[in-house]
């Protein structure tokens, strides 16, 4: 069993930027591909972006490439999801995954484990 908890999501105008972050408990993630998901009102949840187990394989949506850095700290077991020049757009639910694989993937279903989620606000 795996625990995840998001954290950092606010409240933030259109331009700035935000950084969350999710803690894992009760399994060593090193080993597994870990990625953040996106889900507005109204709207399916969507990939953002993903992390390979060594941390060197990053891959991103189209929508956020360049703006979002994805990262991982296996010693403090966390990920990190770093947003830069936000919209308001980008307004959703964020939630962080794991998937008890080494290989990453941007298909919902495909993860096992998720977090509760953090909201993001941006503000026009």
Do not use: H
């Amino acid at each position: 069993q795996v625990q995840l908890v998001e954290s950092g999501g606010g409240l933030v105008q259109a331009g700035g930027s935000l950084r969350v972050s999710c803690a894992a408990s009760g399994r060593t993630l090193s080993r597994y591909a870990m990625g953040w998901f996106r889900q507005a009102p109204g709207s399916e949840r969507e990939f953002v972006a993903a992390i390979g187990r060594s941390g060197f394989g990053t891959y991103y949506a189209d929508s956020v490439k360049g703006r979002f850095t994805i990262s991982r700290d296996n010693d403090k077991n966390t990920v990190y999801l770093q947003m830069n020049s936000l919209k308001p757009e980008d307004t959703a639910v964020y939630y962080c995954a794991v998937r008890l694989s080494s290989g990453v993937a941007n298909t919902p279903q495909l993860y096992d484990y998720w977090g509760q989620g953090t909201q993001v606000t941006v503000s026009s």
